[in-house]
Nanobody
């Protein structure tokens, strides 16, 4: 069983930066256990949105939502079983609960079976 634990959320002014971390515990990062990890967000009254995703095979393949391209960067440290989301030039519209997700399937489907509990990001103008 895979367990995901997020950290790093908080409050920041517009233009600021935050880095989210997602530590994965359990039977992970093997060939068939975890192949893709990603970040989603959900603001009150809005649908959940995929933000960024990365393959865990050190291929460097990543995916980003258009709304965060050029501002957010997803990376991984396989030795620590951890994925990061560096968020720069934050905007008030980035305010949301951010969730880490993982799955054995390819990232392109944005369909994840394992989820963290979420961490709140609040950006004030």
């Amino acid at each position: 069983q895979v367990r995901l634990v997020e950290s790093g959320g908080g409050s920041v002014q517009a233009g600021g930066s935050l880095r989210l971390s997602c530590a994965a515990f359990g039977y992970i990062y093997s060939t068939y256990s975890i192949y893709c990890m990603g970040w989603f967000r959900q603001a009150p009254g809005k649908e959940r949105e995929g933000v960024a995703a990365i393959y865990t095979d050190n291929s460097g393949r990543t995916y980003y939502a258009d709304s965060v391209k050029g501002r957010f960067n997803i990376s991984q440290d396989n030795a620590k079983n951890t994925v990061y989301l560096q968020m720069n030039s934050l905007k008030p519209e980035d305010t949301a609960m951010y969730y880490c997700a993982a799955d054995p399937r390819p990232c392109a489907g944005w369909d994840f079976g394992y989820w963290g509990q979420g961490t709140q990001v609040t950006v004030s103008s």
